[in-house]
DNA sequence: GCGACAG
DNA sequence: ATCTTGTCGC
């Protein structure tokens, strides 16, 4: 698919700060794209040489059968450090030139980590959602901010994440028995809506369908 | 000023 | 994220 890739990515905490200002206002929390959703897409991120060099999976699925449709993987030089707050000026770079190479444009991407659920409702999901213009859904495995009430262990149930009085996203049990994922909007997704399709993506495991399969592709392990 | 802190 | 083997539990 087509990228617009002539962003201009900060060097400082500074300018991503303001950059995070801008585009913050830009997003939208509503359901905004066509019901017929065929293909769902996850990202997954790696890294190589202490870092330095930035690995990016892509794995599009059909939707709701979960069948492996397309892959892709990009390599780029690492350009922003990791600081909590600032995941998709690392990330969204070397994300971007793996899309690029995707045939099979999907409805919806599930993107490791937060959504809105971040300090200036500004995740990575969010952020790629906007440059992309496409729907996004935040799926974390751990939390960044907000707190939430203990949800029961049974799959499905959820807890809505609070942050300064706002709901920015919900606690959700992927699977019984084990540690919740936290979903957010990204963009043009509603949090009803995210949480919905995040489940209708976690068949079996915790995490959805479409971030494992990346993460197999980008497996640091099975590449050594 | 002291902690917390997506991947 | 990454460094890494076996091990506990359903």
């Known amino acids: 698919m087509k990228v617009d890739q002539r ?9 991503a700060i303001a950059i995070q200002e801008q585009l913050r206002n830009q997003v939208i929390t509503e359901d905004q794209f066509q019901e017929t959703i065929q293909y769902v897409a996850g990202v997954d991120m790696g890294f190589e040489a202490n870092g330095t060099i930035s690995r990016a999976a892509v794995a599009v699925l059909n939707f709701p059968d979960l069948q492996v449709i397309e892959t892709t993987l990009a390599y780029r030089p690492t350009s922003f450090p990791y600081i909590p707050g600032f995941l998709s000026f690392r990330e969204i770079p070397a994300v971007l030139d793996a899309l690029e190479k995707v045939q099979t444009i999907p409805d919806i991407i599930l993107c490791d ?4 659920a971040h300090p200036r409702r500004l995740g990575i999901a969010s952020h790629l959602g906007l440059l992309l213009d496409l729907p996004t859904i935040g799926v974390a495995k751990s939390l ?16 809505p994440l609070i942050h300064r009085g706002e709901i920015i996203g919900a606690a959700l049990r992927s699977r019984t028995g084990v540690k919740p994922v936290y979903v957010s909007s990204g963009h043009k997704v509603s949090l009803s809506t995210a949480i919905n399709y995040v489940l209708r993506c976690t068949p079996k495991y915790r995490l959805p369908e479409t971030t494992r399969v990346a993460d197999k592709l980008a497996s ?3 590449r050594k």
Do not use: S
């Not at 990515?9 to 500074?14: D, G, N």
């Not at 960044?144 to 807890?159: A, D, F, S």
């Open 7 to 15: 962003y201009a990515w900060p060097l400082t905490v500074t300018e």
């Open 113 to 116: 980590g937060q959504g809105i």
């Open 144 to 159: 960044l901010i907000g707190k939430h009430e203990e949800l029961p262990e049974t799959r499905g149930n959820w807890q």
């Open 220 to 222: 640091a392990r099975l």
